[in-house]
């Protein structure tokens, strides 16, 4: 089964296409986002190291990172195919991610880049602050997101590029027909 990674900057669709690509395909998603907002709200002891940085915008220490994605995978076992979103966003997690990956036997297929314009990205991410409430969608905190992206998780476009496993895909337009580009390359790998 294939290991995705869906990338990309905050507001690029990650989570709303992993959804979709999981009712096609029933892959097991894992989104850190989701995970560290879980933690938040259950008061565990990593929601509480996590919140200061998820509300300033900025990336949640490696460390934490890599022990939860470590502690996910030992629970769901990745043999069914994994979509990673949200993560790795540093080289340091890629390069935690395939240690941790080779343990069983498997490794990174792909990663999906979607790419959007950053007015878009902003726009988008507004509207999912007035629909949603997520403390980290206001203005001034997107663009601290925004920023980190492109110092931090950027490079690992050309990190993967580099071991030919990276796919720029266009993620503007109608939902159906971004999912059909990734679908594309999901069908080619299959
Ligand atoms: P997301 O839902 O993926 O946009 O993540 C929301 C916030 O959670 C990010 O702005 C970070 O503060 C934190 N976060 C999620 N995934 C990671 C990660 N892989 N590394 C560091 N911080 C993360």
């Known amino acids: ?15 709303t296409q992993s959804e979709l690509l999981i009712k096609k395909y029933g892959f ?18 990593l929601g509480k190291a996590a919140k200061q940085y998820i ?10 990172i890599i022990g939860l994605i470590e502690s996910v995978l030992e629970e769901r076992r990745p043999q069914h195919g994994l979509i990673l979103d949200g993560f790795p966003r540093t080289i340091p997690q890629a390069e935690a991610l395939e240690e941790l990956l080779a ?13 959007v314009g950053q007015e878009e ?4 991410l507004l509207k999912r602050g007035q629909a949603s409430g997520r403390s980290d969608d206001n203005l001034e ?6 920023a980190v992206y492109h110092a931090q998780t950027a490079p690992l ?3 993967y590029a580099d071991k030919g496993v990276h796919h720029a895909i266009q993620g503007s337009g109608a939902l159906e027909d971004i ?12």
Request: no cysteine; proline share 2%; glycine share 8%.
């Open 1 to 15: 089964m294939l290991n995705l990674i869906i990338f990309g900057a905050p507001g690029s669709g990650k989570g």
């Open 28 to 45: 097991e998603h894992v989104s850190t986002g989701d995970l560290l907002r879980s933690a938040i709200k259950a008061q565990s002891e």
């Open 55 to 64: 509300d300033n915008g900025q990336l949640v220490p490696d460390a934490l």
């Open 103 to 115: 343990k069983y036997n498997t490794r990174v297929h792909a990663v999906l880049d979607l790419q």
């Open 121 to 124: 990205l902003v726009d988008r």
């Open 141 to 146: 905190t997107i663009e601290k997101r925004l």
């Open 157 to 159: 476009a050309a990190y």
């Open 179 to 190: 999912t059909a580009r990734l679908s594309q390359v999901i069908d080619a790998l299959n």
